[in-house]
């Protein structure tokens, strides 16, 4: 069964160990936040850090691995249509409106979407780390300047994921108006035992 994010929303559910979850971009150019965590301890997370320095890239894709904060593969990415993501930026929030758009009015965000949805499972805001960003295509000038250009994703690609350790997993269609090329559009995944 394939389930749809209507856009600038989120999801949250458990995923098997071995279990495949596909995450799909129906129409092109949107990305997708997606945080991780270990179903029996909430304190291990998906990090980051460990996984740029155990892949050796910072480009993670097909063949990779997305590592915990304890240093475990919590997934391996079997497949990915579209060959680029972003593992450097940190999910959109109120403040990142604020700070980076100067827009101090109510805005939705990846970050309210994953602690809203995975509150059922008791994980609270500060709990959220740095999400893999599906489809997110962040691109860095020689001096390290950083750009967010409009994803690479065509209608239809989409990324593989085995689990490998029992999972609590937060999915979004992400709110941020220049990751999405400034058009929300919605995300399907589907979990394939």
Request: net charge negative; aromatic share 10%; proline share 5%.
């Amino acid at each position: 069964m394939i389930y749809t994010i209507e856009k600038q929303t989120g999801a949250a559910f458990t995923l098997k160990k071995g279990s495949l979850l596909k995450v799909i971009d129906p129409q092109g150019e949107q990305v997708s936040d997606m945080v991780l965590f270990n179903a029996d301890d909430i304190r291990e997370k998906i990090s980051s850090g460990k996984t740029l320095d155990f892949e050796n890239t910072i480009l993670i894709t097909q063949g990779h691995h997305l590592w915990s904060n304890r240093s475990h593969k919590m997934m391996k990415i079997v497949e990915d249509t579209n060959g680029r993501n972003d593992f450097l930026l940190a999910p959109c929030s109120a403040e990142t409106f604020e700070i980076l758009y100067n827009n101090p009015n109510y805005h939705p965000s990846c970050f309210e979407n994953l602690y809203t949805n995975l509150s059922q499972f008791g994980i609270q805001p500060d709990d959220i780390p740095t999400a893999f960003n599906i489809f997110m295509n962040v691109q860095f000038a020689a001096d390290g300047t950083l750009s967010v250009d409009p994803p690479q994703s065509k209608a239809g690609d989409y990324v593989l994921f085995e689990a490998t350790m029992d999972l609590i997993v937060g999915l979004t269609a992400c709110s941020a108006e220049q990751s999405n090329n400034y058009s929300f559009k919605p995300i399907q995944y589907e979990i394939i035992k």
